[in-house]
């Protein structure tokens, strides 16, 4: 008997193949909420595509003791001063960690703790975020090509994303004078 078998997933060439790749794709009509300045985001074509998510769910959603395994990309771009980013959240089970692994571009990730206190770690290629329970987490592209990372977490960690929609992160990340910086947000 043989038990060596084939890996199950793989990533090549800016793709991951495998068996049940779940494959989600974020335009900015899907964002509205996240984004600060309503007016440049109106002059936007809600068509254009904002960040994609390839991800494997080997064990059912909300199984204790298993992983899940994600790649998301970033597209640049900007709505008025703000980049483009991930809608952001808590997990649904907040202590849930997770990590980040940075592929290619450059980015930030923001973090937020339950008491509403937010700071950001720049994503560069090869840079590895543990990200804490309890903490929501959203990332921005800030460079001016896709930002791509790979993210674990646990199986049973669920998203909940209402939070964020309806509040945001107290800090929002613009671009001033060329460089990006953390601004309190001004709709909390
Ligand atoms: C990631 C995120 C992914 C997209 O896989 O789900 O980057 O961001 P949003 O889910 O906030 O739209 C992760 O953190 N999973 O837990
Ligand atoms: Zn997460």
């Known amino acids: 008997m043989n038990n060596i078998t084939k890996p199950n997933l793989i ?4 793709l991951l193949t495998g068996e049940n790749i779940d494959r989600l794709t974020r335009k900015l009509k899907d964002l509205g909420d996240i984004f600060n300045d309503k007016a440049a985001f109106a002059q936007m074509d809600g068509e254009t595509v904002v960040y994609d998510v390839e991800s494997s769910f080997p064990v059912a959603h909300g199984t204790e003791g298993g992983l ?3 790649i998301t990309y970033i597209h ?3 709505v008025g001063q703000e980049y483009f980013m991930t809608k952001g959240h808590f997990h649904e089970i907040r202590n849930r960690g997770e990590y980040y692994c940075t592929l290619e571009g450059e980015g930030m990730l923001l973090l937020m703790d339950e008491n509403g206190n937010t700071r950001a770690e720049k994503m560069i290629p090869g840079s590895i975020h543990y990200i804490p329970g309890n903490t ?3 990332t921005a592209n800030v460079g001016e090509q896709i930002l791509s990372f790979s993210a674990f977490w646990p199986s049973d960690a669920g998203h909940d994303y ?4 309806e509040k945001g992160f107290s800090e929002i990340l613009i671009e001033q004078e060329g460089q990006p910086v953390l601004v309190p ?4």
């Not at 990533?11 to 800016?14: G, I």
């Not at 947000?185 to 909390?188: A, D, G, V, Y």
């Open 185 to 188: 947000n001004i709709k909390q």
């Open 76 to 78: 640049p771009g900007k």
């Open 162 to 165: 209402g939070t964020i929609s």
């Open 11 to 14: 990533f090549k060439d800016d």
């Open 136 to 138: 929501a987490h959203r």
């Open 68 to 70: 899940f395994y994600g």
